[in-house]
């Protein structure tokens, strides 16, 4: 990518029984746009007695982005939502002033060998929609628009561009793309973005400037529209940015708002267990220390 700014190497994270590798926040760069906060799952293969439980867990002034490459994830959040998410697919959680949810490997998958590789990301509600009423949206893989572009496939999976846009709903002006490519080639698609810009290269490589960017390396640009870049053969990468908010965002553990008022009121809460519960849940994450 051209006018690179800054580079941001994946770093290890613990989730409570899951490592992951995190790549926002960084000390040098909290957000991207309005995108405050992405994890990349494993790739990791758990055995039969191995799974992924992350027990009920509160949010605020955020919406999450489930996207799976590998294995399968059942959500279950206080809206009542029961949705397994599947590989291509899109689980949107919109929390608002407030959602609870826990994230399981899902009871056909528990006694076998399994898979889970992919992303968990949050994105920052504009001020005015902090505190609105919480809301979850699945999207299947064939929703997603996804077309061949100068021999790059490429996948909006949230957010507007390309004159596109994504079925997933969104509350501000964004964009989260995939791009792959059989065939080293040239990327110039400056001029479909807008904003701030990042780019995280998932497997093979990208060529900028002289250098070469591997796998777990996020790389953010100074100025989105100047976005150009050679992909190598067999590479996958993820764009995302779009505006950012005039405001500062705070972020507390799963917290995210404008105010940090709003984020001491959110811990109470939740240390007097009065979030909404999941139904069919009993066990919860405890406010950290």
């Known amino acids: 990518m051209s006018n690179i700014n800054t580079i941001v190497p994946e770093r290890a994270a613990n989730i409570g029984n899951f490592m992951v590798g995190r790549l926002l926040p960084f000390r040098q760069k909290r957000m991207v746009g309005p995108f405050a906060f992405i994890d990349h799952m494993g790739p990791a293969t758990l055995s039969e007695t191995e799974h992924l439980d992350v027990a009920p867990h509160p949010h605020i002034g955020l919406s999450t982005l489930t996207y799976l490459f590998e294995g399968h994830i059942m959500h279950r959040d206080s809206i009542g939502s029961v949705v397994e998410i599947s590989p291509g697919a899109v689980n949107w959680m919109t929390a608002g002033k407030g959602v609870v949810h826990s994230e399981r ?6 006694g076998v060998k399994k898979s889970l590789h992919g992303l968990q990301i949050w994105v920052a509600l504009p ?5 609105m009423e919480p809301s979850f949206s699945h999207v299947e893989k064939e929703d997603i628009p996804t077309w061949q572009q100068d021999g790059v496939t490429v996948k909006l999976i949230a957010g507007k561009a390309f004159g596109k846009e994504s079925p997933v709903p969104v509350h501000s002006d964004l964009y989260f793309i995939e791009l792959k490519s059989d065939i080293r080639q040239k990327v110039s698609i400056g001029k479909d973005l807008f904003g701030e810009s990042g780019l995280y290269i998932l ?3 990208v060529h900028s400037e002289g250098n070469t960017y591997e796998p777990k390396q996020l790389l953010v640009a100074n100025d989105s529209t100047l976005c150009e870049f050679e992909l190598e053969a067999k590479s996958t990468v993820y764009l995302f940015g779009g505006e950012p908010f005039p405001e500062e965002r705070f972020i507390h553990w799963n917290f995210v708002a404008s105010e940090k008022e709003m984020i001491e009121e959110a811990r109470n809460k939740w240390i007097a267990q009065t979030f909404p519960k999941v139904p069919g849940e009993t066990d919860f ?5």
């Not at 001020?127 to 505190?131: S, Y």
């Not at 994450?285 to 220390?289: A, D, Q, S, T």
């Open 127 to 131: 001020k005015h929609l902090e505190g």
């Open 285 to 289: 994450v405890p406010l950290p220390r």
């Open 203 to 205: 497997e093979g490589a």
């Open 105 to 110: 490997t899902p009871e056909r998958f528990r």
